[in-house]
């Protein structure tokens, strides 16, 4: 490479460019060859062409205009686009980030008023439950009116009946159909936080795929010193055995 002149190497990546081998990619790569390369690859007539043929397909952004009226710089247009598709890039990913994000919270709120709404139906659930003991101790007491008793027990289930001051039976079967919904709507409820929970565990995987970054993530040094101590103990077997075999033999 270093006895080829520089008109030569401009040459090569001129007619790359012609024949369309190369495009403005290929030559940002060519730069971290060497020096030279580099130095030889950033000339304005190596881009000019690459910029005649990508124009129409480029569109949008402006190059640099001499004092002759003449396009110059057409590198540095190259790199305003990139610069461009890069931010355009980057704002669409913090979108997107945030779209989930978004729903992230949204579907949390959901569950937590499906929480709620489970909690507030268990507790109308036991209240109901409670009530529909007191209404059949009441219906017992009905029943067990009306054989003979002794005094005192006949007078404690009179006093049961007496606190009930609604039909027992419109009740009873009032409050077994509301024990009933109280249940459908707990099971429908649970089924409901089930879901949300899994959309929000979706969601937040999908989020740490978009956040994740591996420079961010901490260093595990374990695996690193498990190697050195294997290599450091191969070393010692290799040193050991090499040592035995140059002690000479007794005779």
């Known amino acids: 490479m270093g006895c080829l002149p520089d008109e030569l190497w401009s040459k090569i990546m001129g007619m790359g460019v012609e024949n369309q081998v190369l495009d403005y990619r290929d030559m940002c790569s060519l730069a971290f060859v060497c020096r030279r390369i580099r130095r030889i690859s950033s ?3 190596m881009w000019r062409p690459l910029w005649e043929r990508d124009q129409a397909q480029l569109g ?3 190059a640099t205009v001499g004092k002759d009226g003449e396009i110059k710089n057409f590198r540095e247009f190259y790199r305003i686009r990139f610069e461009k598709v890069r931010a355009a890039k980057m704002a669409a990913h913090r979108r997107r980030v945030l779209r989930v994000e978004s729903q992230v919270a949204v579907l949390q709120k959901e569950a937590q008023q499906y929480q709620l709404a489970i909690e507030v139906e268990r507790k109308k659930l036991v209240a109901s ?3 529909l003991k007191s209404f059949e101790l009441a ?5 067990a009116i009306q054989v003979w008793q002794p005094q ?3 007078a404690r289930q009179q006093e049961v009946l007496e606190q009930q001051s609604v039909n027992v039976g419109a009740r009873q079967r009032s409050l077994q159909m ?3 919904v109280c249940r ?3 099971q429908q409820f649970e089924k409901s936080l089930q879901a949300k929970r899994s959309a929000i565990e979706k969601s937040r995987r ?3 795929a978009l956040t994740f970054n591996p420079s961010r993530m901490p260093h595990d040094s374990s695996t690193a010193n498990e190697k050195a101590d294997r290599k450091a103990a191969l070393k010692r077997k290799r040193d050991t055995s090499s040592s035995s075999s140059q002690t000479p033999q007794s005779v």
């Open 178 to 180: 509301e024990i009933n």
């Open 139 to 143: 219906r017992r007491s009905a029943v």
């Open 43 to 45: 000339l304005d007539c």
């Open 206 to 208: 999908e989020l740490e």
């Open 129 to 131: 439950v409670a009530e």
């Open 184 to 186: 459908e709507r707990v």
């Open 152 to 154: 005192a027990v006949r």
């Open 60 to 62: 949008g952004g402006s």
